[in-house]
């Protein structure tokens, strides 16, 4: 009996480059060796294992697609691809990477002075420091623009007050990128861990994404140097601008996520027997995991496509609004719809597709709600912006 890989379908190893296949099994033996085998039992106790870092660093995924200060320098679609195989592995594992990488690396490489960069960069690359990203508050998620987080002047120094909350690495990062209202309005500072008034706390008792640290972080009188704000980065465009990063990672993500489901799926019901025969035999079953990996054979080629638009220096944000809806949407369709076909098992953590499903739930909320993208997509097709 001939088995074909869902993505093999139509064949998308056909349009990668050499180079672009290798980092994607590089990635992929990376995560089956160092990942697949714990990620149950880190998602259950609800941690990351801080020791991953590093070896995140060495195989190369930490600012990935950035260029100088010890980073890869690849193409956006290489850096995809090495996002779709740690989502293979888990949501959290790739939110870790994003995070590093896209936001908290990314707002330093595009925005930071000479002096923040070589301060920062080669030792995130490396997985020695952590970064994370802070612009979501308690009062204010999907509308940023609102933000209380407040840095005022005091001399030469900035003094900050405010909280932000779910906060990706947040208790676990040696410095935070903090988006703060200034009399020039919104702008981004460096705060270090261990900067008086600067407080960390991990959000407990989470259901998704639980192989993950999220934090709040509260800053009450945080007094820092000038050279602690990011000089380049002026106006709510600058976050924007970061997040638009990370979200194209989670286009491929999303693909990694759900392919794992329906491979692990496929598996289960050749091998489960009911009334004889293996339930992958009845056409039910069929018609389902057909239609599941037609969904993800779209989802990778839309990825693809946007890959290639960025890498042509062309993608446009609204483009990646319809990457994250469409892909990650489908994605927990498929995770849900996997977890029906292994039954009973489907709940335990024996089995990846339920575990899958509870992450992309904090997948489809952050970086952009669903109904935000789909508004984004709406102003585009209509010129209005109706949320806002
Ligand atoms: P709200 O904005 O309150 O939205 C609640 C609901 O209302 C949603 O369904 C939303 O779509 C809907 N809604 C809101 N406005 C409109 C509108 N105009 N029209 C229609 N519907 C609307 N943030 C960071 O800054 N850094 C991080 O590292 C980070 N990591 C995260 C990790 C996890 C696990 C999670 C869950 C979140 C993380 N976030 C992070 C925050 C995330 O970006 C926000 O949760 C997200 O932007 C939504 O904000 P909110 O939770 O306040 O929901």
Known sequence: MTVTDPLDLIDIDSLLSDEERQIRETVARFVADHVRPHVADWFEAGTFPRELAPELGKLGVLGM????????????????????????????L???????GSLAMFSIWKYGSEEQRQEWLPRMAAGEAIGCFGLTEPDFGSDPANMRTRAVRD???W????????????SVADVATVWAQTEDGIRGFLVPKDTPGFTTRTIKRKLSLRASITGELALDDVRLPGSAMLPGAAGLGAPLSCLSEARFGIVFGSVGAALDALRTTIDYANNRVQFGKPIAAFQLTQGKLADMAVDLGTSALLALHLGRLKDAGRIKPHQISVGKLNNVRRALA?????????GGSGITLEYSPLRHANNLESVVTYEGTSEIHTLVIGQTLTGHAAYR
């Open 65 to 92: 697609h950035l260029e100088g200060y010890g980073c890869a320098g690849t193409s956006a679609v290489a850096y995809g691809l090495a996002c779709l195989e740690l989502e293979a592995g888990d949501s959290g």
């Open 94 to 100: 790739r939110s870790f990477v994003s995070v590093q």
């Open 155 to 157: 001399g030469g120094d």
């Open 159 to 170: 003094i900050l007050n405010g909280s932000k909350m779910w906060i990706t690495n947040g």
């Open 334 to 342: 498929i995770a849900r719809e996997c977890r029906g076909i292994l």
